[in-house]
């Protein structure tokens, strides 16, 4: 495929910003979608599903009133106007699954990618230029769309392929947060108490259940969630010391729910797995003084989260959720292998 | 002073909270500004001063048409419906000085507070309750009210008593920016390679001051602004190694800029200063693998942050800017002591 000589490509994908000009891809308002032809340095993804942001998801369910062809023409209104699916309520995107369909020439070399590869992007769809010819399904319970499209990946763009033993539906579910896992592995250490708001989510259940092996026998692990179903799945799987019936957007009952359960000693990591808002406070308050809080919730506020922390007076470090680690989605996917009970769980809920 | 058996205090003054019931002072619409009787746990002040948030002063000042007793009207009015002065536009509020009137029993045994004390609250004007008896004075140009009436102190409000040696005014300027230097201090490490986005201003200046301390002989302060004039004062103070002048909105030159002073290594933590939106990405492109981005600025965004380093594949911790370290206002108002420099800084400039 040629390219137009004036066009440079970036390995971050600046040659495809069309609005405003000059900015990277993820906050551009707008990107070129043209996929009949790729940079020398960009992969081409046939796309066949899209994981969507629960953030997001959420967004346009309720806009449509649950409509699921209400939520299909929010989404081709959006990819129409910016050239990517970038809620732009919301803020975020999703990911995709396709098979690669051209390697540009530059990146020829790269050992680990192949056209025809099964692949899942792992970089949102808020930066990734897609180009949708046809919806074919909106699963309403799975944040899932099924279409015919095509997509671009960028030199620096993440990538997993998808494992020949785990089935496409339960391994995209994981990697769609891979980095919750990856993240809670580094910040738990053993003896720690730890409380997962939102642990009733999937998410929430994985940093519960890597909480649990990090934080060891000594260490107590507490999942708050608001619905009593959650609540008993928690105790069931058998990674928490409590489930709280809390909703965390009540500050007060969490700090007095989570203080009754910790003898007020409170949490040494205390990590947001909600997708609501107004739940910055009730995680601050939980956490102890020299305490952190990691924040990977998209509807988390960033002036809320801090000025909550210092209107409490709070010494507490405030992480946001980075999805990035190097490994995290070979090390989510070796999770549903060793995990029977984590695999079983997917299997059921959300493959 | 006798308190109704009734009602239980709690050390984030729910108890004063009117409407709606249950929730934290800050988010509630209304408080009780009752100040005829404290409870155990509050500190009464004799109010002076308000320094109002400026957007919220701005904001009223536009209201009232530049008036000065428009705006007096608009704080009266904020006072009598909210029992605070939380602008139910913009959201902010802003910090009071004042002198200790009373010390409820719980915290008699605070060694650092007696009456008479003259302080300054460091918590905000939107979660403190206010009555205002009259207003004397409003500074236009200085976003300050001068003001007879009384304020309540929570017991995990914080505050600074403000020092003989230093003028008021200077107290106050850099009070408002204290959590800088001290969390400044908690993030370099000696050899350290720094970067401070939004070195021009007041917290950006501070934030360079700390990391120069801190990083030593060996490490690298970097500061950058957009603004020649910022540049040429940074070069002048004499506490960087590289003063920048690029706009950190465009990412890509940022990451040129830091890259070329860096020799491609990058920085090891990246401080945002900025008081601009879309600063995220630049910021998180110069840190290196690894590294650290603190954003201090209240005009980051939470999503373009978290989904920006996702999408660059950029293994950086991303910090939200907690403006309260225990012993911060006695730190940075030890500054102004220890660097004559940086007093005249701000003799000059903030006071």
Redesign the interface.
């Known amino acids: 495929m040629s390219m137009p000589q004036a066009r440079a490509a970036?390995p971050?994908g600046?040659h495809r910003v069309i609005e405003p000009p000059?900015?990277?891809?993820?906050?551009a308002w707008r990107l070129d979608n043209d996929t009949s032809a790729i940079f020398d340095n960009e992969v081409l993804i046939d796309v066949q599903a899209l994981n969507v942001d629960a953030a997001s998801f959420t967004q346009m369910k309720e806009a449509a009133h649950g409509d699921a062809d209400g939520v299909a023409e929010l989404i081709l209104a959006t990819v129409a106007q910016r050239g990517k699916l970038h809620n732009p309520v919301?803020?975020?995107?999703g990911m995709l699954i396709g098979r690669v369909a051209a390697i540009g020439p530059a990146l020829a070399g790269r050992p680990d990618l192949a056209v025809g590869d099964h692949i899942a992007t792992?970089?949102?769809l808020?930066?990734t230029p897609l180009r949708i010819d046809r919806i074919h399904a909106v699963h309403l319970d799975q944040d899932r769309v099924d279409l015919s499209g095509q997509a671009v990946l960028f030199e620096?763009?993440?990538y997993a392929r998808l494992p020949d033993d785990i089935p496409e539906g339960m391994a995209l579910a994981i990697l769609d947060v891979a980095?919750a896992p990856a993240q809670t592995a580094r910040l738990v250490k053993p003896g720690d108490t730890v409380v997962v708001v939102g642990g009733g989510g999937k998410s929430g259940t994985l940093c519960i259940h890597e909480a649990r092996l990090r934080a060891g026998p000594d260490g107590c692990v507490i999942g708050v969630s608001p619905f009593e179903q959650d609540c008993q799945r928690m105790r069931e799987l058998g990674w928490v010391n409590h489930a709280l019936q809390v909703d965390a957007s009540?500050?007060?009952?969490m700090l007095a729910a989570v203080s009754a359960g910790t003898q007020g000693r409170l949490a040494d990591v205390v990590i947001n797995c909600v997708n609501q808002p107004?739940t910055e406070?009730g995680s601050i308050?939980v956490a102890r003084p020299g305490g952190c809080v990691y924040?990977f919730s998209?509807a988390?506020?960033?002036?809320a989260?801090?000025?909550?922390?210092?209107?409490?007076?709070?010494?507490?470090?405030?992480?946001?959720?980075?999805?990035?680690?190097?490994g995290h989605a070979e090390y989510a996917l070796s999770l549903l292998r060793t995990s029977p009970r984590l695999r079983q769980l997917f299997e059921v809920r959300y493959a």
């Open positions: 970036c971050y600046t000059g900015v990277l891809p993820q906050p919301t803020g975020s995107g792992l970089v949102s808020s930066l620096s763009g993440l980095g009540d500050a007060v009952a107004h406070m308050l924040f998209m988390t506020s960033f002036t989260a801090t000025l909550g922390a210092e209107g409490l007076g709070k010494d507490v470090a405030l992480l946001m959720g980075n999805g990035y680690v190097p």
